[in-house]
């Protein structure tokens, strides 16, 4: 749809000159602020108390890409994306008999992993370590057709397709690289607490939209990777996503009502509400996970009855959906011993078949006490 069939006569436009703002009325938010940094900290805490905190990681990096995909409309659900990692090695893009969008979710996935690596390395957020994700994120698919990589060179809107609106004209072209060195120079240098320096950067980075496509996804990633490089979290494990699909309108006229009032307090309010909704959430679903770790452990060493049995109970909770010749290379257990294993995990109903194995196909398994927890 061009656009010239689009009505822009109620179309916000981007807020030029007018960021970083020269003074935020703390009073506004500063309870928000307080509950957000508290409820990240108690989730935190509990991570860093766990013997394994991959266990806990894998499914909530699984969620995030699975919802932050589904947001810009690519749906694919959580048993697809571990189908996939059962059957492909880290670094393939395989899309022989995958959906594209599972694809997608993959490289959503991955290219957050990608940009965590980085900053492990002690690179710096930076235009170029952005582009590079980018170039990951949209590197196979529908998105190697969108300029993976690059900076936009034409004019981008935000549009509801169904009532033909514009909602919002991002920064102009021609304006987006000023518009690039003034947030990265926010980003390295601005003293605001660590919370408020993602808000803002987020609404930033999603007003200037610098990409042909992609711009929700990465804009998402930058707060996490944001909180993580400032210390509030001690790993990069903290995912928003899920909150801002939920209450998705407001977040985008929370957003749009920056650029058309000035409003920034408002956003950083929404923006704390939802870090501080999600912690909450994600340290339920974390206890529900180390509950059932903790049940489960006394489970395999009874049924197992072997010294590898919290090796294969590590294994089964960080690789869910699996494959038997996955089981018997990656787990580090004898194989002999990791096929037997299978047999009395399926006997005690702890792990269930999703495909039954097909010549040189071994079966594929699922481990649905997690599996109920982490769907999405």
Known sequence: M??????????????????????????????????????????????????????????????????????????????????????????????????????????????????????????????????????????????????????????????????RKILFV???????????????????????????????????????????????RIGRMLITLMLWKSGVISAPHFYVSGYFEEHKDEYIDTMRSVSETGNWEEWCSFFLRAIEQQAVRNLSIAEDIRTLYENLKQTFSEVLSSKWSVTALDFVFTNPVFRNNKFTSHSGIPQATAARFTRILLDEGIIHTVEEASGRRPALYSFEPLMGLVRV
């Open 170 to 216: 991002p920064i102009q072209p021609e304006k987006l690289q000023d518009g690039l060195d003034i947030l990265f120079k926010y980003i390295s240098e601005s003293t605001e607490p660590a919370l408020i320096k993602a808000a803002m950067t987020h609404i930033e980075f999603e007003a200037l939209h610098p990409f042909k496509d992609g711009n929700g």
């Open 2 to 163: 061009s656009v010239m069939q689009l009505d822009l006569e109620n179309a916000v436009h981007y807020h030029y000159d007018q960021f970083p703002p020269t003074k935020l009325d703390y009073g506004h938010f500063v309870d928000n602020l307080i509950k957000a940094t508290d409820a990240i900290a108690r989730y935190d805490q509990m991570l860093k108390n766990m013997h394994n905190s991959e266990i806990l990681l894998a499914p909530l990096r699984n969620q995030e890409a699975v919802i932050s995909s589904r947001m810009e409309g690519t749906v694919s659900t959580m048993d697809e994306i571990l189908k996939y990692e059962a059957d492909h090695e880290a670094d393939t893009a395989d899309s022989t008999n995958v959906r594209s969008e599972v694809i997608e979710t993959i490289l959503y996935q991955r290219a957050l992993k990608a940009a965590q690596g980085a900053l492990n390395d002690g690179y710096p957020i930076s235009q170029s370590m952005i582009k590079g994700v980018h170039q990951r994120l949209l590197s196979f698919g529908r998105g190697a057709l969108k300029s993976p990589g690059e900076f936009k060179t034409e004019q981008n809107y935000l549009a509801d397709k169904y009532k």
